[in-house]
Antibody, heavy 121, light 108 residues
Framework: EVQLGQSGGGLVKPGGSLRLSCVAS????????VNWVRQAPGRGLEWVSS????????YYADPVKGRFTISRDNAKNSLYLQMNSLRPEDTAVYYC??????????????WGQGTLVTVSS | DIQMTQSPSSLSASVGDRVTITCRAS??????LNWYQQKPGKAPKLLIY???HLESGVPSRFSGSGSGTEFTLTISNLQPDDFATYYC??????????FGQGTRLEIK
């Protein structure tokens, strides 16, 4: 069974840092592009970042570019999001999610349970 | 960046109804359009990928159509479990892969 298990959320002050983790099981993690998607309270979904299977390409949404860093460790079946210089507007539930197919054509088929990040003084 | 606009933002319907949600892209995205269902407190669920392909395990009352800039999600014979929020997402070319703002489907 494919599973994505998340950890690392919490309360942080503006300007602070936090690292989110996502551990994958039930599939060959190293073959898939994986993503972070967030959802601010009461708002819609916002794509945040993607990393290809061998970390060759990393992409970021404009609001987080230069502050967030996506990475992965295929030996540990793990995805990470290092979040620095956090702002109140980064407050959201953060989800990790897997590309449905190896070519990125099929949407996001498996999602983590989500982890809440709250940026507040 | 490609902008995605969903309509309506909210919709009221009854069990057994047929409803249609529209998603428009700000530029041609061919068929690179996906639909998700989200219930409160839960992660989104993939329903339709590449505009019209039904994800495994999703009931056949869900269908998707369209290409280019205009797409639709149709739910036939609405069931109580279908009342949720629906999002489209484009994945044309390279990221950012933007989502629509969502359509909340409520029971009339």
């Amino acid at each position: 069974e494919v599973q994505l298990g998340q950890s690392g959320g919490g309360l942080v002050k503006p300007g602070g840092s936090l690292r989110l983790s996502c551990v994958a099981s039930g599939f060959t993690f190293r073959d898939y592009t994986v993503n972070w998607v967030r959802q601010a309270p009461g708002r819609g979904l916002e794509w945040v970042s993607s990393i290809t299977s061998s970390s060759s390409y990393k992409y970021y949404a404009d609001p987080v570019k230069g502050r967030f860093t996506i990475s992965r460790d295929n030996a540990k079946n793990s995805l990470y999001l290092q979040m620095n210089s956090l702002r109140p507007e980064d407050t959201a539930v953060y989800y990790c999610a897997r590309d449905r197919d190896l070519y990125g054509d099929g949407g996001l088929d498996y999602w983590g349970q989500g982890t809440l990040v709250t940026v507040s003084s | 960046d490609i902008q995605m606009t969903q309509s309506p933002s909210s919709l009221s319907a009854s069990v057994g109804d047929r409803v249609t949600i529209t998603c428009r892209a700000s530029q041609n995205i061919a068929s690179y359009l996906n639909w998700y269902q989200q219930k409160p407190g839960k992660a989104p669920k993939l329903l339709i990928y590449v505009a019209s392909h039904l994800e495994s395990g999703v009931p056949s009352r869900f269908s998707g159509s369209g290409s280019g800039t205009e797409f639709t999600l149709t739910i036939s014979n609405l069931q109580p479990d279908d009342f949720a929020t629906y999002y489209c997402q484009q994945n044309y070319g390279t990221p950012p892969f933007t989502f629509g703002q969502g359509t909340r489907l409520e029971i009339k």
